[in-house]
Structures are given as structure tokens and as C-alpha cells.
């Protein structure tokens, strides 16, 4: 196994490895990562979310995850939470007490090593897409939405991440776009593709008025059924269906962690 550091030269490409662990709602789940490539290396690890999902809970199947692959290189960690400098400022699906902890310093110790990136988990998802997904090779500003209990962002501009974006609160026409667009509204409120893809033009209408993307990557598990509401939509910028679906949130993960160690060690 290579870890991250450490390249290797096999026949095909030289060979970077990263870590990454996708902490959701339901399930956690974590995998080494070809960085090259932007695929797994083997199977991934999932484990049921503890309930309640509290901060000691979630970190012991972090480092059970971790201690899995016996991994010792750089983690990289989502969250469903707003992250500013490894500490969680909001929850959402995930319990309360989150708000206000030091997420990266809580793993860190769980996992036993300092080298720890925290990200919200849309914004893994979309630098992983943008990286090595639907918005490999597109230039210019690029908008990830993850569709599913609520709305996640992700906004990039040429490959850089602006983070926290949390579009899915805007207000879109006196609803939150999350309340309005979510997958999980499509379920319970029994609509069918068209219907939903209504909603999903209003709230992409309002985010294009905000940023003027070059391209809008679905995400979420209703990406892979794209091509039955992709083509009811109705605003101006083109939208693709993300490519890594389950994997996303595990493979930009682990390309945050290594991008912070490497620039740990250009310092
Ligand atoms: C949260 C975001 C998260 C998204 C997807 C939203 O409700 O506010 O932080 O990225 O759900 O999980």
C-alpha cells in the first residue's frame, strides 16, 4: 500500500494515495483513494451512524474506519455542518452538540494523529467532482448541489473551493431552497420528476442570478436517475449528473487532506 507522500511508479501512472471518511446522516463511511485517478483502492468501509450522532460517537467510528485500513497518512473528514478551521458552526442530520466543536482536535485524538482535514460534505463531494467527475476539464465557476434530505453546495472557480457556501438556506421565493428542491421533499410530498424538476429550475434560477456558473453538477443519490429530470429543466445554465455518486464525499476528502499536507509541507 502507498501511502500519501510517498509516490509510487507502477506501469499505468504514478500512484498517490489519500484517506477519506464521509460522515452522513445514516451511514459512515471511509476508503483509501487513488488520487490520480479519483477511485477507490479496493472497497470502501461503511459503519450505521451511532444515534444519537454526537461528537464522541461519530469520532470512535471515524477511528474505527481509519484503524480498518490501517491507515497513518492524512485524513480527510466531512461533515453535514458548516467548517471553519476544523470547527463544526452548524448540524444538520447529525446531533446538535456539534455546533461550536473543535471537530478536527476531537478526531485527531480518536484517530491519534495530527494530520486531520475537516470539510462540509457538499463541499468534498464537489471538489472530488469538479477534480475527477462531471466537472473534470471545465473551467470557470462550477456549482455543485448534493440533492438529498436538504440541499448541500459546493462553489469552485477553476478547481478552488470557495467553502460554507450553504445555498440549500437560500430563500427561493419565500421557501428555503432545501424545503423547496430537496430529493427528500420529491418523496414525501409524492411528486413526480417533472413536478420536482419545477422546484429544482426555481432554486437553480435563484442561484444563477447570485453567481453565473459555467456548469451545475447534480448530486445525490437522485443523480443516478438524471436522465428522468435533467431534461425538464428549465434555467439557463447547463446541468450534468455528478459521475463518483457514493464515493464523492470519501474521494474529496481525502484530496482536501493531502492538499493541506502538501501545503503543511511546502512550509
Ligand atoms: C446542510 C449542509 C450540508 C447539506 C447536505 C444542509 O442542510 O446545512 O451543511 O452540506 O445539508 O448534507
Given at each position: 500500500?502507498?501511502?500519501?507522500?510517498?509516490?509510487?511508479?507502477?506501469?499505468?501512472?504514478?500512484?498517490?494515495?489519500?484517506?477519506?471518511?464521509?460522515?452522513?446522516?445514516?451511514?459512515?463511511?471511509?476508503?483509501?483513494?487513488?488520487?490520480?485517478?479519483?477511485?477507490?483502492?479496493?472497497?470502501?468501509?461503511?459503519?450505521?451512524?451511532?444515534q444519537?450522532?454526537?461528537?464522541?460517537?461519530?469520532?470512535?467510528?471515524?477511528?474505527?474506519?481509519?484503524a480498518?485500513?490501517?491507515?497513518?497518512?492524512?485524513?480527510?473528514?466531512?461533515?453535514?455542518?458548516?467548517?471553519?478551521?476544523?470547527?463544526?458552526?452548524?448540524?444538520?442530520?447529525?446531533?446538535?452538540?456539534?455546533?461550536?466543536?473543535?471537530?478536527?482536535?476531537?478526531?485527531?485524538?480518536?484517530?491519534?494523529?495530527?494530520?486531520?482535514?475537516?470539510?462540509?460534505?457538499?463541499?468534498?463531494?464537489?471538489?472530488?467532482?469538479?477534480?475527477?467527475?462531471?466537472?473534470?476539464?471545465?473551467?470557470?465557476?462550477?456549482?455543485?448541489?448534493?440533492f438529498?434530505?436538504?440541499?448541500?453546495?459546493?462553489?469552485?472557480?477553476?478547481?478552488?473551493?470557495l467553502p460554507?457556501?450553504?445555498?440549500?438556506?437560500?430563500?427561493?421565493d419565500?421557501?428555503?431552497?432545501?424545503?423547496?428542491?430537496?430529493?427528500?421533499?420529491?418523496?414525501?410530498?409524492?411528486?413526480?420528476?417533472?413536478?420536482?424538476?419545477?422546484?429544482?429550475?426555481?432554486?437553480?434560477?435563484?442561484?444563477?442570478?447570485?453567481?453565473?456558473?459555467?456548469?451545475?453538477?447534480?448530486?445525490?443519490?437522485?443523480?443516478?436517475?438524471?436522465?428522468?429530470?435533467?431534461?425538464?429543466?428549465?434555467?439557463?445554465?447547463?446541468?450534468?449528473?455528478?459521475?463518483?455518486?457514493?464515493?464523492?464525499?470519501?474521494?474529496g476528502?481525502?484530496l482536501?487532506?493531502?492538499?493541506?499536507?502538501?501545503?503543511?509541507?511546502?512550509?
Open positions: 500500500m502507498t501511502q500519501a507522500g510517498s509516490p509510487a511508479i507502477t506501469t499505468d501512472h504514478v500512484e498517490r494515495h489519500g484517506f477519506g471518511v464521509d460522515v452522513g446522516g445514516s451511514g459512515i463511511k471511509g476508503g483509501i483513494v487513488d488520487l490520480v485517478t479519483g477511485e477507490l483502492v479496493g472497497d470502501r468501509f461503511k459503519i450505521e451512524t451511532p444519537p450522532s454526537t461528537p464522541e460517537a461519530v469520532s470512535d467510528v471515524v477511528a474505527q474506519i481509519v480498518h485500513f490501517e491507515w497513518t497518512g492524512p485524513v480527510g473528514v466531512t461533515l453535514p455542518a458548516v467548517v471553519t478551521n476544523g470547527v463544526a458552526r452548524s448540524a444538520a442530520n447529525i446531533d446538535k452538540a456539534w455546533i461550536d466543536t473543535d471537530a478536527k482536535a476531537l478526531f485527531a485524538k480518536t484517530i491519534g494523529h495530527a494530520d486531520i482535514t475537516v470539510l462540509n460534505d457538499a463541499d468534498a463531494a464537489g471538489v472530488a467532482e469538479d477534480r475527477y467527475g462531471g466537472g473534470k476539464d471545465k473551467s470557470g465557476v462550477v456549482v455543485l448541489l448534493t438529498g434530505t436538504g440541499i448541500g453546495s459546493a462553489v469552485l472557480h477553476n478547481g478552488v473551493l460554507n457556501t450553504e445555498f440549500g438556506h437560500l430563500q427561493v419565500g421557501k428555503e431552497a432545501e424545503h423547496r428542491a430537496a430529493s427528500s421533499v420529491k418523496e414525501n410530498k409524492d411528486l413526480s420528476y417533472k413536478e420536482w424538476a419545477k422546484e429544482v429550475s426555481k432554486v437553480l434560477e435563484t442561484f444563477e442570478a447570485l453567481l453565473w456558473p459555467d456548469l451545475f453538477i447534480a448530486g445525490g443519490g437522485i443523480s443516478r436517475k438524471s436522465e428522468k429530470w435533467i431534461p425538464h429543466l428549465t434555467n439557463r445554465t447547463p446541468v450534468v449528473a455528478a459521475t463518483l455518486l457514493n464515493t464523492a464525499g470519501i474521494v476528502a481525502a482536501a487532506a493531502d492538499t493541506a499536507a502538501d501545503s503543511g509541507r511546502a512550509r
